[in-house]
Each structure stands twice: as structure tokens, then as C-alpha cells.
């Protein structure tokens, strides 16, 4: 086949929820460039399924020997830099007569920051944003320019836009959490916050996000705390991923690496300047026997080193 496909790489969850979200979603990409003859798959690197073993395999049997691949993730934190590409590249060494091309993460990106103020808006409910702070919640990373991207879609989130302010936090593994930003918010004066967690699907980090400011909302009556959806599956979203496909078989994709920890000598991260990429242990992969969870073996792999190296 001349046209290569679709492949959506996602992480994976526990959440049932979170898994009908991302198929769906596939399902909407699917129908969006039917049109063009274009083919589309998903699956995760590891905790649920559809795996991304299944779906590689399910596209080369319908005939497809090279995927375009787009990591269905909003940073660029290990799973982008490591996770994935190690997966993808299993697969090419189980199938040598197929290869593939990467695309970047989703953000940042003006969508994004479009889809965040919809939610927020959403959550205001006819209140206006005037008055109000934002608090965006990411996921939260051991790589610091991960998380500073995501302290940048705050600060995009405030620009233009009527918000008293906006600021970053981390549901997990980086500071602030949750509690601390919504506490920051009401030392800075805000009366009414609208927590906007920035997560694509539903999943137990987003739900804890939820539970942790209705709390925080309850032990403190003196602020209006509203949670904002999650950003879901929309068209929007769908368009973005095209484009992001469009790039990787088109366009220039070389991602910004002023601020890597893996390239470039940050404090406090030293030990990862020039370190091999060395993803963990993903149970669900077949070369890794059968099995749940989420181990954290470091298997040698000195070809992903290499295909990995190209995109940190």
C-alpha cells in the first residue's frame, strides 16, 4: 500500500473508562480520513488493550509495511522520548520488512490551549472569567523538561485571555501537587478557582485530580473550587493528530532539545547527561511473556538506544 497509515500509540490505563475514550477516539480518526483512503489503528504500550503489538500487527496484515506513528501523549517526558519508541522498534525487529516514522507530541499547541479555555469556560458555567483563576494540572514527570512544558500551557492558557492568572501543578512525581497549587491560588487572592486538568482520556490520575480539589474546596468554603473536564475526545483533537501524522511524513519533526536533561547539564539532573534511553519493562509486550502491571526491569537495547536517540 502506497498511503502509510495511522498508528496512535497511547500508554495505557487501568481505567475502563479511559480505555473506551482512546478507542473511540481512534474510531474518530478513523472516520476522518476515511475519506482519503487513509488507515488507522491504536494501541497501548502496556495495561490494557488493544495493544500497540496488536494494532502494529493488525495493520501489517492488512498490507501495510510502513506506519507513521503518533505518540498520543501531551508531553515530551519518557514515554515520548523512551516508552514508545522502544515499543515501535520491538516490532520492526519482529517484522524487519516493516519500519516506521515518529511525529511529535501533541503540545504544545494553540488547539490544546483552545480545548483547556472550552472546559474552563464550560466549568464556569455563565460566571465569567474575570474574577476567576486557573489551576492546570498535568501529569507530572521526572524529566524537568516535561514539566516545563507544562508550566509554558500555563502561561500560553493566561495570555489573551480574561483569567485573574494561571498556574501549573502535577498530580504526581513534581512539585506543586494539587493541594499546594490550589492553596498558592488562594494565598494570591482567588476567591473562585477552576482546576483544569490537562489530560487527552479519563484514567485514575485525572479522577485523582478530581478528588483531591473537591476536597481541598470542602476544607476551604472561602473558595468556589470547580473542576474542569478532562480535554476527551473531539474533533478537534482528531485534526490535531492529523496534522501531527501530516508532519511526520512531510514536515520537519526535530523536536526541541535546548532543555533535555538526556542533552543538555541540568541541576539536580546530572546523572542523565549522555545516559542510553532504557525503557522498563513493559509485561504486556509478548516479548515479555504474559502478565499485568507495571514493572521496571531495564532490558539491554542497544537498537532502540539508537532510533531513540533521534527523537529525545
Request: aromatic content about 6%; hydrophobic content about 45%; charged content about 20%.
Amino acid at each position: 500500500m502506497n498511503v502509510p497509515p495511522v498508528l496512535l500509540v497511547g500508554h495505557g490505563t487501568v481505567d475502563a473508562t479511559g480505555v473506551a475514550e482512546f478507542v473511540a477516539f481512534t474510531d474518530r480518526v478513523r472516520r476522518l480520513l476515511a475519506g482519503e483512503g487513509i488507515d488507522v489503528d491504536g494501541g497501548f504500550i502496556e495495561l490494557s488493550q488493544p495493544t500497540v503489538h496488536e494494532a502494529w500487527t493488525a495493520l501489517a496484515g492488512r498490507g501495510h509495511t510502513a506506519m507513521a506513528a503518533v505518540p498520543m501523549v501531551l508531553v515530551s517526558a519518557g514515554h515520548a522520548k523512551g516508552d514508545i519508541p522502544a515499543a515501535l522498534q520491538r516490532e520492526v525487529v519482529r517484522d524487519p520488512g516493516t519500519g516506521y516514522v515518529f511525529g511529535r507530541p501533541l503540545g504544545p499547541h494553540p488547539v490544546l490551549q483552545d480545548l483547556l479555555d472550552q472546559r474552563v469556560t464550560a466549568a464556569l458555567a455563565g460566571d465569567p472569567a474575570a474574577g476567576a483563576a486557573v489551576l492546570l494540572v498535568g501529569r507530572g514527570s521526572t524529566d524537568p523538561d516535561a514539566n516545563a512544558e507544562v508550566c509554558k500551557v500555563a502561561r500560553l492558557l493566561q495570555e489573551g485571555r480574561p483569567y485573574d492568572f494561571v498556574e501549573p501543578s502535577f498530580v504526581s512525581l513534581a512539585r506543586p501537587d494539587v493541594i499546594t497549587g490550589l492553596a498558592r491560588c488562594r494565598a494570591l487572592g482567588a476567591r473562585r478557582v477552576v482546576v483544569a486538568p490537562y489530560f487527552l482520556f479519563d484514567g485514575v490520575l485525572p479522577r485523582r485530580v478530581v478528588e483531591q480539589a473537591v476536597a481541598f474546596g470542602a476544607e476551604h468554603p472561602d473558595v468556589d473550587v470547580r473542576v474542569a473536564d478532562h480535554l476527551g475526545d473531539c474533533d478537534e483533537l482528531a485534526e490535531l493528530v492529523v496534522e501531527r501524522y501530516r508532519e511526520a511524513l512531510h514536515g520537519d519533526i526535530r523536536m526541541n532539545c535546548d532543555t533535555c536533561a538526556y542533552r543538555v547539564l541540568l541541576p539536580g539532573f546530572e546523572d542523565k547527561l549522555g545516559a542510553a534511553q532504557t525503557p522498563h519493562h513493559h509485561p504486556d509486550d509478548p516479548a515479555h511473556g504474559h502478565g499485568h502491571g507495571h514493572g521496571h526491569g531495564h532490558p539491554a537495547a542497544a537498537t532502540v538506544d539508537a532510533v531513540v536517540g533521534e527523537w529525545s
